[in-house]
């Protein structure tokens, strides 16, 4: 039997960060955050949640779903037509300001 974590998300369930999103995805301008490159229609935060400040009571800081902390990029179900990749799987709970290790998709296999 397979006993199911139950994750709360509800960091991500606020009326502000929907609206944002919403705002961000008909901006019109689908250029990613971190490669650069056009077709981006993921949301994700510059400042990662994990990292967000938060009160004593465990609870996060306002600001963390604002405009300024949020960016189209590519994501799980659109990788980016140019370099291949997942920018926001890449990027994991980096900043953005922070290296990326990214190098191109090749064939494990001899063909």
């Known amino acids: 039997?397979?006993?199911?974590?139950?994750?709360?998300?509800?960091?991500?369930?606020t009326p502000e960060y929907r609206k944002n999103k919403r705002v961000l995805l008909a901006s019109g301008d689908s250029t990613c955050a971190l490669c650069g490159h056009?077709?981006?229609?993921?949301?994700?935060h510059r400042i990662p949640v994990s990292r967000?400040?938060?009160?004593a009571d465990g609870r996060h800081l306002p600001g963390l779903h604002a405009l300024t902390n949020l960016a189209l990029?590519?994501?799980?179900r659109n990788t980016c037509p140019v370099c291949l990749t997942h920018c926001n799987q890449v990027k994991g709970?980096?900043?953005?300001?922070?290296p990326r290790n990214v190098t191109p998709r090749v064939a494990n296999r001899r063909w």
């Open 1 to 13: 039997m397979r006993i199911r974590v139950w994750r709360d998300n509800s960091a991500w369930n």
């Open 73 to 76: 990029v590519h994501g799980t």
């Open 93 to 98: 709970r980096r900043m953005n300001d922070q």
């Open 38 to 44: 056009p077709g981006a229609r993921t949301v994700d």
């Open 52 to 55: 967000w400040p938060r009160d």
